[in-house]
């Protein structure tokens, strides 16, 4: 048995004990904080995420410059998996493929050779295909690595080290962009323009305590790869970079293309940032076989290396700003961006920033690399001159040396007595080749000593005076806008900041065009639209078992009402129908409807019109036509209990009839006019319940149809006239059996 106190006895109890909720609770903040900390969230001062900085500094290891050979995006992802980041390759590749996709960063890290994707939202080809390699953009965020600018640490197994951040002399975090979602927060920073970022960043360091709305006039908006417009107003986007979050709208670049004779098409040259276009064209199609935009006619895809869809309209009048603003509503012509600027504050606090403050993040790193690579230069200047002194000092005393040398048992011991010289200058003594003796060596030390010593004094001076490091960084800064900013290719703004205009409400019936239907509705529930007016008694086909249940005429204008069981009344768009060749298709795909209650009545909606909607129970009231109309597929609730009838509101009474064939005429005016609830007694029972009620003018008297098909009449309604919720009188001789009066 060991004493060893580390080492654990098996024969001891292991065991410990704590409560469920705090063992839970421990382990989930654990996970939660290596996920914002480790995984979703980007640092503020290089803008990555700890799988992306390792990807770019495994392949500077590689030495995968911007002017060198490309390697295989296996042997990068590889190298990545094995000695950075413990996790799955195909993550990996994806992450380093979306860094190479000029659609989806603003500045690429990755220069890709292979299929990397598309803008279609095709995957890329697999890793043994593709080669990549560094970008310029990504050794900028490198720059100074090697020179003590930043922290290492142990990478996942101990054997190799790390960049806990990249020196980032490039702003990465607000050019590039980035989106994640940690445990109970996510970030969305949308890209930038370089320039532009430069430019804010020169500002600050000119006025600390610079103004938002300063900055946001240097930075008037994202800049995204894809381009296309930001329709947001000023007060908005300002409001956003104020407070680290907001949405703005972002539409699709388009103009109209004239094709002579009075013909004209819609050419869309930009799409939304993070849009399919492969998706955004199969919706557009939709739209037109759906006919949700009447005035759209035709869609192509004519796409090569640039984005090209043209939209052909309906007709030559149709107004190309009122079918572009229906497009924007239904479709990804235009989107929202959500803007969180979530990010993690030194690399260790998550915070939502302003835009000034990923600006201070950024340059206050910028300034602690300069420092730090100041003071590695400095000590590597010290080392420098102190070797030099020692040639110097050997060769004002050149004879003495190499007498020393060469007759001496322990030269170095007698260099060092005899001269005062350092251990490491004498070993840079020892070790200097003979051709450094010449005479013009010695003059090229000294010219190296004079320079050494001036530069030794710049940096101390520098790194003495706060004010030289912002010079420093702004001359660094300017140079970075010089290589990327709008001088080089690609570095113009792409996203245009427009007007947000007046937002014009259009009214998407107004565009189906007119056309007569004839609703079909079988027993089982499938509906169809059969196209014109056609005998509501026609022969028709239907499924094995099924058979009519109703038939309307209708116009592709029109809203469907269904009034359900439940006493729910459901909105359907006509034009939303399937057409008349098949056998339809289900009514409660489209509606939610239960399947314990049974479809009641089947209308077209008209405005301004009244109904009379009543229970089995004998309960009612009239509800207007727009207390009806339902804006979901769940319907509107209007009537409390189990629905019976609903009918059209006209002349002055009402006439109900039970079950027990007793049948009543009271005033109209005697029901409430409700938006929605059970009603009052319609006719009072002592057994079962209403059986059917009609609205009729008195003075017309009552009619009703007989099975055979003839009309019979009671013009005289006296004996049955009597106040609501009153028993009534057997209703008269010819009467349906059916106690129905149609």
Same mark, same amino acid.
């Given at each position: 048995?060991?004493?060893?106190?580390?080492?654990?006895?098996?024969?001891?109890?292991?065991?410990?004990?704590?409560? $469920?909720?705090?063992?839970?609770?421990?382990?989930?903040?654990?996970?939660?904080?290596?996920?914002?900390?480790?995984?979703? *969230?980007?640092?503020?001062?290089?803008?990555?995420?700890?799988?992306?900085?390792?990807?770019?500094?495994?392949?500077?290891?590689?030495? *995968?410059?911007?002017?060198?050979?490309?390697?295989?995006?296996?042997?990068?992802?590889?190298?990545?998996?094995?000695?950075?980041?413990? /996790?799955?390759?195909?993550?990996?590749?994806?992450?380093?493929?979306?860094?190479?996709?000029?659609?989806?960063?603003?500045?690429?890290?990755?220069?890709?050779?292979?299929?990397?994707?598309?803008?279609?939202?095709?995957?890329?080809?697999?890793?043994?295909?593709?080669?990549?390699?560094?970008?310029? %953009?990504?050794?900028?965020?490198?720059?100074?690595?090697?020179?003590?600018?930043?922290?290492?640490?142990?990478?996942?197994?101990?054997?190799?080290?790390?960049?806990?951040?990249?020196?980032?002399?490039?702003?990465?975090?607000?050019?590039?962009?980035?989106? +994640?979602?940690?445990?109970?927060?996510?970030?969305?920073?949308?890209?930038?323009?370089?320039?532009?970022?430069?430019?804010?960043?020169?500002?600050?360091? #000119?006025?600390?305590?610079?103004?938002?709305?300063?900055?946001?006039?240097?930075?008037?908006?994202?800049?995204?790869?894809?381009?296309?417009?930001?329709?947001?107003?000023?007060?908005?986007?300002?409001?956003?970079?104020?407070?680290?979050?907001?949405?703005?709208?972002?539409? %699709?670049?388009?103009?109209?293309?004239?094709?002579?004779?009075?013909?004209?098409?819609?050419?869309?040259?930009?799409?939304?940032?993070?849009?399919?276009?492969? #998706?955004?064209?199969?919706?557009?199609?939709?739209?037109?076989?759906?006919?949700?935009?009447?005035?759209?006619?035709?869609?192509?895809?004519?796409?090569?290396?640039?984005?090209?869809?043209?939209? !052909?309209?309906?007709?030559?009048?149709?107004?190309?700003?009122?079918?572009?603003?229906?497009?924007?509503?239904?479709?990804?012509?235009?989107?929202?961006?959500?803007?969180?600027?979530?990010?993690?504050?030194?690399?260790?606090?998550?915070?939502?920033?302003?835009?000034?403050?990923?600006?201070?993040?950024?340059?206050?790193?910028?300034?602690?690399?300069?420092?730090?690579?100041?003071?590695?230069?400095?000590?590597?200047?010290?080392?420098?001159?102190?070797?030099?002194?020692?040639?110097?000092?050997?060769?004002?005393?050149?004879?003495?040396?190499?007498?020393?040398?060469?007759?001496?048992?322990?030269? #170095?011991?007698?260099?060092?007595?005899?001269?005062?010289?350092?251990?490491?200058?004498?070993?840079?003594?020892?070790?200097?080749?003979?051709?450094?003796?010449?005479?013009?060596?010695?003059?090229? *030390?000294?010219?190296?000593?004079?320079?050494?010593?001036?530069?030794?004094?710049?940096?101390?001076?520098?790194?003495?005076?706060?004010?030289?490091?912002?010079?420093?960084?702004?001359?660094? *800064?300017?140079?970075?806008?010089?290589?990327?900013?709008?001088?080089?290719?690609?570095?113009?703004?792409?996203?245009?900041?427009?007007?947000?205009?007046?937002?014009?409400?259009?009214?998407?019936?107004?565009?189906?065009?007119?056309?007569?239907?004839?609703?079909?509705?079988?027993?089982?529930?499938?509906?169809?639209?059969?196209?014109?007016?056609?005998? $509501?008694?026609? !022969?028709?086909?239907?499924?094995?078992?099924?058979?009519?249940?109703?038939?309307?005429?209708?116009?592709?204008?029109?809203?469907?009402?269904?009034?359900?069981?439940?006493?729910?009344?459901?909105?359907?768009?006509?034009?939303?129908?399937?057409?008349?060749?098949?056998?339809?298709?289900?009514?409660?795909?489209?509606?939610?409807?239960?399947?314990?209650?049974?479809?009641?009545?089947?209308?077209?909606?008209?405005?301004?019109?009244?109904?009379?909607?009543?229970?089995?129970?004998?309960?009612?009231?009239?509800?207007?036509?727009?207390?009806?109309?339902?804006?979901?597929?769940? +319907?509107?609730?209007?009537?409390?209990? !189990?629905?019976?009838?609903?009918?059209?509101?006209?002349?002055? /009474?009402?006439?109900?009839?039970?079950?027990?064939?007793?049948?009543?005429?009271?005033?109209?005016?005697?029901?409430?006019?409700?938006?929605?609830?059970?009603?009052?007694?319609?006719?009072?029972?002592?057994?079962?319940? $209403?059986?059917?009620?009609?609205?009729?003018?008195?003075?017309?008297?009552?009619?009703?149809?007989?099975?055979?098909?003839?009309?019979?009449?009671?013009?005289?309604?006296?004996?049955?006239?009597?106040?609501?919720?009153?028993?009534?009188?057997?209703?008269?001789?010819?009467?349906?059996?059916?106690?129905?009066?149609?």
């Amino acid at each position: 048995m060991s004493d060893d106190p580390n080492i654990p006895d098996p024969s001891r109890d292991q065991t410990t004990s704590e409560p $469920l909720s705090r063992a839970i609770g421990e382990r989930y903040l654990t996970y939660a904080l290596s996920t914002i900390m480790h995984r979703a *969230l980007p640092d503020a001062r290089d803008g990555l995420k700890p799988v992306h900085r390792r990807i770019l500094y495994a392949m500077r290891e590689l030495r *995968l410059s911007p002017t060198g050979a490309f390697r295989k995006s296996a042997k990068i992802t590889g190298d990545v998996m094995g000695n950075y980041h413990p /996790h799955g390759d195909a993550a990996i590749y994806d992450a380093m493929a979306r860094l190479a996709q000029p659609f989806a960063m603003r500045y690429p890290l990755v220069d890709g050779q292979g299929n990397f994707g598309n803008i279609d939202g095709d995957n890329p080809a697999a890793s043994r295909y593709t080669e990549a390699r560094l970008t310029a %953009a990504s050794e900028a965020l490198m720059e100074g690595l090697s020179e003590n600018s930043v922290d290492f640490r142990p990478n996942y197994d101990g054997t190799l080290e790390e960049p806990i951040v990249l020196p980032a002399a490039f702003p990465n975090l607000l050019c590039n962009g980035a989106s +994640g979602i940690a445990v109970g927060m996510a970030t969305n920073v949308p890209p930038h323009n370089l320039h532009e970022v430069i430019d804010a960043c020169l500002h600050l360091i #000119k006025s600390p305590d610079a103004r938002d709305d300063t900055l946001i006039n240097i930075m008037p908006g994202p800049d995204f790869p894809t381009g296309g417009v930001l329709v947001e107003s000023r007060e908005i986007i300002a409001e956003a970079y104020r407070t680290g979050r907001g949405s703005l709208r972002l539409r %699709a670049r388009w103009a109209v293309e004239d094709l002579g004779r009075g013909l004209w098409q819609i050419v869309v040259t930009e799409i939304p940032y993070q849009v399919q276009k492969s #998706k955004l064209i199969e919706r557009l199609a939709e739209l037109i076989q759906l006919k949700k935009v009447p005035i759209l006619a035709d869609v192509r895809d004519e796409s090569a290396e640039d984005v090209r869809i043209v939209l !052909e309209p309906r007709a030559r009048t149709v107004d190309p700003e009122q079918l572009m603003g229906a497009l924007f509503r239904v479709s990804d012509l235009e989107i929202r961006f959500g803007l969180n600027m979530n990010v993690l504050i030194d690399g260790r606090v998550p915070k939502v920033c302003s835009l000034k403050e990923v600006l201070r993040a950024f340059l206050d790193h910028r300034r602690e690399v300069l420092v730090r690579r100041a003071n590695f230069r400095l000590d590597k200047i010290a080392a420098r001159l102190e070797v030099l002194e020692g040639y110097m000092i050997a060769f004002l005393n050149l004879d003495r040396v190499i007498e020393i040398i060469r007759y001496e048992d322990d030269p #170095k011991a007698v260099l060092a007595a005899e001269f005062k010289l350092s251990e490491t200058q004498v070993e840079a003594i020892l070790n200097m080749r003979l051709r450094a003796l010449r005479r013009l060596e010695e003059m090229e *030390l000294r010219a190296e000593h004079e320079n050494l010593t001036k530069e030794r004094e710049g940096l101390a001076a520098m790194v003495a005076d706060e004010g030289a490091q912002w010079d420093k960084i702004s001359e660094e *800064l300017r140079e970075t806008r010089k290589k990327f900013g709008k001088s080089a290719p690609g570095g113009q703004r792409r996203t245009e900041i427009g007007a947000a205009g007046e937002v014009t409400e259009i009214d998407m019936d107004s565009m189906i065009e007119r056309e007569p239907i004839t609703v079909i509705l079988s027993k089982m529930g499938w509906i169809r639209a059969m196209k014109g007016h056609q005998p $509501l008694d026609a !022969e028709i086909k239907f499924k094995d078992g099924d058979g009519p249940f109703m038939a309307l005429h209708a116009e592709t204008t029109d809203k469907l009402m269904v009034y359900g069981a439940n006493g729910r009344f459901y909105t359907l768009p006509a034009n939303n129908l399937p057409g008349g060749r098949g056998m339809g298709e289900p009514l409660r795909l489209m509606i939610d409807l239960p399947n314990d209650a049974a479809v009641i009545d089947l209308f077209p909606w008209r405005d301004g019109t009244r109904y009379l909607v009543a229970s089995k129970a004998g309960d009612g009231f009239i509800v207007n036509a727009a207390d009806i109309l339902a804006q979901t597929r769940a +319907g509107k609730q209007v009537l409390n209990g !189990e629905a019976l009838l609903c009918r059209p509101v006209s002349g002055d /009474h009402v006439v109900t009839v039970g079950e027990n064939r007793k049948m009543l005429v009271f005033a109209l005016d005697e029901l409430p006019e409700m938006g929605r609830g059970k009603g009052v007694r319609l006719q009072k029972y002592k057994d079962g319940g $209403l059986s059917d009620a009609i609205c009729i003018t008195l003075a017309e008297g009552l009619r009703w149809q007989e099975s055979g098909g003839r009309t019979r009449s009671e013009p005289d309604l006296a004996q049955w006239l009597g106040k609501r919720a009153t028993a009534g009188v057997m209703a008269p001789r010819g009467f349906p059996r059916d106690n129905k009066f149609n």
